[in-house]
Structure formats: structure tokens, C-alpha cells
């Protein structure tokens, strides 16, 4: 068995859009139109990330975090009661 992609919903991809390209080294590429934002980003030709804007829609508990010192924006999504996933992107104040 092999790892076929990773799906992240979250409020606003665009910080997480430019994460994976510009510092991950991820290329935007082809989705098909799901009406709901969104991107695939792919790596060696294949589609491994999937960044839909959903968040709010999904029920998922989530919490945004303003960290203007450090230049970027933080996301806690939480998986289960125990579990909180952190995402960190960079932020035009």
C-alpha cells in the first residue's frame, strides 16, 4: 500500500498555497471543478496535495491565530478531542 494523496480543508488556502509551492517546491496544477475552491498541487506529476476551502462547512473544530510577531498565520484543526493539527503559513499584514 502506498500513500496516495493528503487531503488539508481549510479556511483560506492561500497562505498554504504559497507554503507547498514556494518553499516545498509543489507545482499548482489541474482540478477538476468541484464548486468549492481549491487546489492540487503535485509533485513529480502527480496530484499528493489537496487543499479545499471548506472548513466552516465541515463541521471540523478549528481555531485561527494571529501571530503578526512571527509574520504568519496559524491554523489549529482539530482531528479528535486529543488531537490538534497545526498549520503555519506566512501572512500579508
Known sequence: MRLDHVT???PDCAPLLRFFVDVAGMADGPRPAFGVGGHWLY?????VLH???RLRDSGVPY???DARAQR???LF???TPHVVVE???A???
Open 77 to 79: 484543526v482539530a482531528l
Open 87 to 89: 498549520f503555519v503559513g
Open 8 to 10: 488539508i480543508v481549510c
Open 43 to 47: 509533485l513529480e506529476g502527480r496530484p
Open 72 to 74: 504568519e498565520q496559524q
Open 63 to 65: 481555531r485561527l491565530a
Open 51 to 53: 487543499l479545499i476551502e
Open 91 to 93: 501572512a500579508d499584514f
